[in-house]
T-cell receptor
């Protein structure tokens, strides 16, 4: 699976939007872009995933660049509970084993 | 739906003892489960893939005789840390794959347990 690059940390104010970037310049055509987050002392939690088109769900939106070499996770209104490490992970559709390989992620802090 | 539990949530043991950690999928069947470990301020490191009814597949550098994995049913996988030493102290996290949901919706997500904090004295 191709590698991703994320900023180590970001800060946000409560109730403001947050844009978390992820670069994946070596992405292949069959790689899905997955986002998970991990709150302190908890297991990771699925956030969203996409292939080519932008995606929305109740937690977040995923904006994928036209060339797919980067993507942005958007939290529309940050809350204190959104403070977590956010991981951007590429998974090949042929990855039948289903493994997730975690990078370092972005630690998001949210200020009240 | 898609809840994964782990037991215990934390454990403290003496050096040289063995510790068993359970991972259960509560409301779905998980033919595949994964075990990760995480040291403080670091990312998750995949240790092994656990398949129901067959031997686990270990990642490079993970000692299979040290970390015994058993996946005897569709809802339970166990990780046993044998002859634990202080360097084994870590946060152990399991995850499970819901293949039924994958077949229906093509959504291949993993559901993670809350983690087990192991401290070896």
């Amino acid at each position: 699976d191709a590698k991703t690059t994320q900023p180590n940390s970001m800060e946000s104010n409560e109730e403001e939007p947050v844009h978390l970037p992820c670069n994946h310049s070596t992405i292949s055509g069959t790689d899905y872009i997955h986002w998970y987050r991990q709150r302190p002392s908890q297991g990771p939690e699925y956030v969203i995933h996409g292939l080519t088109s932008n995606v929305n769900n109740r937690m977040a939106s995923l904006a994928i660049a036209e060339d797919r070499k980067s993507s942005t996770l958007i939290l529309h209104r940050a809350t204190l509970r959104d403070a977590a490490v956010y991981y951007c992970i590429l998974r090949d559709a042929s990855n039948q084993g289903g493994k997730l390989i975690f990078g370092q992620g972005t630690e998001l802090s949210v200020k009240p | 739906g898609a809840v994964v539990s782990q037991h215990p949530s934390w454990v403290i043991c003496k050096s040289g003892t063995s510790v068993k950690i359970e991972c259960r999928s509560l409301d779905f069947q998980a033919t595949t489960m994964f075990w990760y470990r995480q040291f403080p301020k670091q990312s998750l490191m995949l240790m092994a893939t656990s398949n129901e009814g067959s031997k686990a597949t270990y990642e490079q550098g993970v000692e299979k005789d040290k970390f015994l994995i058993n996946h005897a049913s569709l809802t339970l996988s166990t990780l046993t840390v044998t002859s634990a030493h202080p360097e084994d102290s870590s946060f152990y996290i399991c995850s499970a794959r819901d293949l039924m949901r994958l077949a229906i919706s093509s959504t291949d997500t993993q559901y993670f347990g809350p983690g087990t904090r192991l401290t070896v004295l």
